[in-house]
């Protein structure tokens, strides 16, 4: 089974900035999409973004433009730069990976929780004065 595990969390200010890790282990299966997810206190788990293997990213509504996904296929590292931080940026942020979506019309890799079936244990962010 593949192993995930998130690091870069902490606290900071509004406006200040994060760098998320997620380095996978275990069996990697290279056609697997990867992913962010966040979840604040008592509300759902939201995707914030998700990688394919060649690359390419979709963002969930979360991203809002301030945070940029990334990977190093040849590490199995995923990276999430969280900039301009909010109060309401304030979240567990967990990786994930699951098999590609074969649904036409949209991206195999997307920011859904239905589409994971391996997660990390998340790390935390806070933002606040």
């Known amino acids: 089974a593949m192993q995930l595990a998130e690091s870069g969390g902490g606290s900071v200010q509004p406006g200040g900035s994060l760098r998320l890790t997620c380095t996978a282990s275990?069996?990697?299966?290279?056609?697997?999409?990867m992913a962010w997810f966040r979840q604040s206190p008592g509300k759902l788990r939201e995707g914030v973004a998700a990688i394919e293997n060649d690359g390419r990213i979709t963002y969930g509504d979360s991203a809002k433009g301030r945070f940029t996904a990334s990977q190093d296929s040849t590490k199995n590292t995923l990276y999430l730069e969280l900039n301009s931080l909010k109060p309401g940026d304030t979240a567990i942020y967990y990786c994930?990976?699951?098999?590609?979506?074969?649904?036409?019309?949209?991206?195999?890799?997307?920011?859904?929780?239905?589409?994971?079936?391996?997660w990390g244990q998340g790390t935390q962010v806070t933002v606040s004065t």
């Open positions: 275990g069996h990697t299966y290279n056609r697997l999409c």
């Open positions: 994930a990976a699951g098999p590609r979506s074969t649904t036409p019309y949209v991206p195999a890799c997307r920011p859904a929780n239905s589409q994971y079936n391996f």
